[in-house]
């Protein structure tokens, strides 16, 4: 990657629909001047944390906090070493709080941090938030999660895409915090090509949006819209968690400027790559076909060596092609060496896709009627006639972004719905405790008077 390649960026948290805080915390911080991004890169952090009542919120915050502090300092000039001494600090510093506190024992969180550098993208994370690449239309996972679902699929416990029980989905088998020492993964670097687009995110988004969906969202929609849709999409279905994204997208090389060369050896140079093996394959083809006429024309010799040649590059094609193969959805690595990526997904818009989106807005926009709430109605209907044209004319870039635009604009309405009714209930409940403190006040004032002339009759009788 190169300084000059603009990187613009997309962050947004919610809280959701279920949860009473936001544990969820991010920071994207960029190098501003080409010595420092030479040095460190820019750096995109997602912490997810955990525990009771506010330790999670601040697990995540010291985690956020901490880790570009220490990173930006180091004097390591290896980019994944710095990056993984900042996690392991910010790991024994939030062990440290919570050994100091009984309330907060045991306090953590996730963390998953991405440094765009003149390597590529280094991905260092703890836990289950995820880093994925899309790359133009697939999307590929970064990360392994953490996560008892993928240790046993890899360990061969669990059958790739079997179900597994829904409450222990989100049990995390590694994270900041609880620990004195934190196992941190790094990944990459990745080779970052024009155009590429990076998204990290909390298990809020991919507990209710797949993969696939993800990919045609970042793919299709600039980064800030993106953010809001994905946002919008996983509260619209439940809403069950906390969500957090950070979009990176990598602009176009400048005027002139060579194509990325790979960073490091085992770098896969896909385009030069494919077509050697390309090649291989028809020559293959050839020398089959040869070894074939041969031998129907009666040359047993001639034809049985061209026959064999034919038959080991075959076997040597297959062998390839097989380790090649992207590993499925829902599929875990079963080999000890880390593959490049963990899972990959079509990423290419499909009809059926935007048809679900605009069947959600439709039912979100009747209950919007029926429970009367606020919404910039001309703004919904615009974006509404716009997607309409936009599917017409099969363009449907646009009209995701359109039905994105007529999403938000009854999300708003939801929200500002949802406080009116929490502050009408805080303010019934307060009237309500009034109420009762005004009772009790009349009950002990009546019984300090009862207690009053009880006293004064005594003193009457003693007289
Ligand atoms: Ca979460």
């Not at 944390?49 to 990173?71: F, R």
């Not at 385009?271 to 028809?282: I, K």
């Amino acid at each position: 990657m190169r300084w000059e390649q603009k990187v613009q960026s997309a962050a947004d948290s919610d809280i959701g629909l279920r949860r009473k805080n936001n544990q969820d915390a991010f920071t994207v911080q960029f190098s501003s001047s080409v010595e420092d991004w030479q040095r460190r890169g820019h750096l995109f952090i997602v912490a997810d944390g955990m525990g009771g009542h506010a330790v999670g919120e601040l697990a995540s915050k010291m985690a956020v906090d901490s880790i570009p502090l220490t990173y930006f300092k180091s004097r390591n000039e290896s980019i994944a070493e710095a990056l993984t001494e900042a996690i392991e600090k910010a790991n024994a510093e939030i062990h440290q709080r919570g050994m100091e506190n009984r309330d907060f024992n045991r306090m953590g969180t996730t963390c998953v941090a991405l440094v765009l550098c003149h390597k590529g993208a280094i991905v260092g994370h703890v836990g289950d938030s995820r880093c994925y690449r899309v790359r133009g239309d697939r999307i590929e996972q970064l990360t392994f999660d953490h996560s008892l679902e993928w240790e046993l699929t890899r360990a061969g416990r669990l059958k790739p895409g079997e179900a597994f029980l829904p409450e222990a989905k989100h049990v995390i088998t590694r994270s900041l915090g609880p620990e004195p020492a934190a196992d941190v993964d790094i990944d990459g670097p990745f080779i970052v090509f024009p155009g590429d687009r990076f998204l990290l995110c909390s298990d809020g988004l991919t507990g209710h949006v797949p993969d696939h969906e993800i990919g045609m969202i970042v793919h299709s929609l600039p980064p800030d819209e993106a953010a809001r849709l994905l946002i919008n999409l996983a509260n619209m279905r439940g809403g069950s968690d906390n969500v957090t994204v950070v979009i990176a997208d990598c602009g176009p090389l400048p005027e002139g400027g060579a194509a990325p060369a790979p960073e490091t050896p085992q770098q896969p140079v896909e385009p030069a790559v494919g077509a050697f093996w390309m090649l291989f394959f028809w020559l293959t083809i050839l020398v089959i076909g040869i070894g074939a006429v041969l031998i129907a024309t009666r040359h047993w010799i001639g034809g049985g060596v061209f026959t064999g040649l034919g038959a080991a590059s075959l076997f040597a094609l297959i062998a390839h092609w097989q380790r090649k193969r992207p590993v499925p959805m829902g599929n875990m690595p079963d080999t000890e060496i880390p593959p490049q990526t963990y899972r990959e997904a079509s990423a290419r818009p499909t009809q059926e896709f935007l048809a679900g989106l605009a069947r959600l807005k439709r039912e979100l926009r009747e209950l919007a009627a029926d429970e009367n709430w606020t919404i910039d109605w001309p703004a919904h209907d615009r974006a509404v006639a716009a997607a309409r044209e936009a599917l017409d004319r099969k363009h449907v870039a646009r009209a995701m972004s359109e039905i994105g635009k007529a999403v938000d604009c009854l999300m708003t309405g939801l929200h500002a719905h949802r406080k009116k009714v929490r502050l009408a209930k805080m303010a019934s409940e307060h009237a309500e405790a009034d109420q009762r403190a005004a009772e009790q006040l009349a009950a002990e004032l009546r019984e300090a008077e009862q207690a009053e002339v009880t006293e004064h009759d005594a003193e009457l009788s003693e007289d």
